[in-house]
């Protein structure tokens, strides 16, 4: 059977179309490997709607073999599963997509990638991105390399880290959903177009980032040193970002957001980290985490 493609426009209404399309095209399947499905590219949708620009692209290719889905957005942005904790509002579709496909992966393409799960496979190995060779898409080699400076951020507790993420993370989705309905204001899809640009100008070094984070996670690090490699003409987006935060920081204190303020620890954590960066870019030394 030929592949079944489907475009969608980057708006909330496209999840549901995407679960309709796919429910339809695997009629004559089980309800089991359906059901699977409709979610796992549920996950998928939204998750291409919250991080990347423009339209998703969404195959379908049945075998005798398995049921294979690939939803394709223009973010370089590897995903990785993230170990927030239990109570977290995001940050588990990935956790389902490891639970419920029999494989999955991602494969990097010109204009972004294509993130892609199997169900009924039995396939050889690990089919998932490992966390330690997440490839950098601007190299030694990349023709925008010249100029590039090495961040080091050093000490940094992987804990500390992810608490801030897993906030950070809760923020976006809420924006999102709030943008993609039109009922919002200038603040929150100003911020959403500055976390597109900086995934679009930095989403390498955002994969080594969480990939090293992962890394150090699993191996029950308390401290990692980070590397990441940024070209200080992007200086001002890091900028904007410290400054629309603490923004999005006041409106979950006044209660207009369901998303919560901002910890004391994750502010802290926030502003040493983001100030290595700036202090860097600028030709400052690095400074390790201060707070023990």
């Known amino acids: 059977m030929p592949p079944a493609v489907i475009d969608l426009a980057a708006e909330l209404s496209s999840v549901r179309q995407a679960r309709s399309w796919v429910a339809r095209a695997l009629e004559g399947q089980t309800e089991e490997q359906t059901d699977a499905a409709v979610l796992l590219t549920s996950e998928l949708v939204t998750n291409a709607l919250l991080y ?24 370089p942005v590897v995903p ?9 509002l995001t940050g588990r579709g990935l956790d389902l997509v ?4 029999d494989a999955w992966g991602v494969e990097r393409q010109d204009n972004g990638k294509a993130v892609w799960f199997e169900i009924g496979a039995s396939l050889s190995g690990d089919q998932r991105p490992d966390p330690e060779s997440v490839p950098d898409v601007q190299g030694d080699d990349s023709p ?5 400076v090495e961040v080091r951020i050093l000490g940094l507790p992987p804990q500390a880290y992810l608490d801030s993420e897993q906030h950070n993370d809760a923020l976006m989705r809420e924006f999102a959903l709030i943008s993609r309905d039109d009922r ?7 911020l959403l177009e500055l976390v ?11 994969s080594a980032s969480r990939a090293q984070i992962a890394a150090a996670v699993a191996r029950g690090d308390r401290a990692v040193d980070l590397h990441i ?4 003409k992007n200086r001002g987006y890091v900028e904007r970002s410290v400054a629309l935060l603490r923004e999005a920081d006041r409106y979950c204190r006044e209660g207009d957001l369901l998303t919560l303020a901002a910890s ?28 023990g």
Do not use: N
């Open 52 to 75: 990347a620009v423009g339209p998703i692209r969404l195959t379908l290719v049945i075998t005798p073999r398995h049921i294979r889905i690939e939803v394709c957005d223009s973010s």
């Open 80 to 88: 990785l599963p993230k170990a927030y904790d239990s109570e977290a």
């Open 98 to 101: 490891e639970a419920l496909s």
């Open 144 to 148: 925008d390399s010249a100029g590039l």
């Open 184 to 190: 919002t204001s200038t603040l929150p899809r100003q």
């Open 196 to 206: 597109a640009e900086i995934e679009l100008f930095f989403g390498a070094q955002v």
């Open 229 to 232: 490699r940024m070209h200080p």
């Open 264 to 291: 004391e620890d994750i502010l802290r954590f926030r502003d040493w980290y983001l100030g290595q960066v700036l202090a860097q870019l600028d030709g400052s030394p690095p400074s390790p985490w201060p707070y």
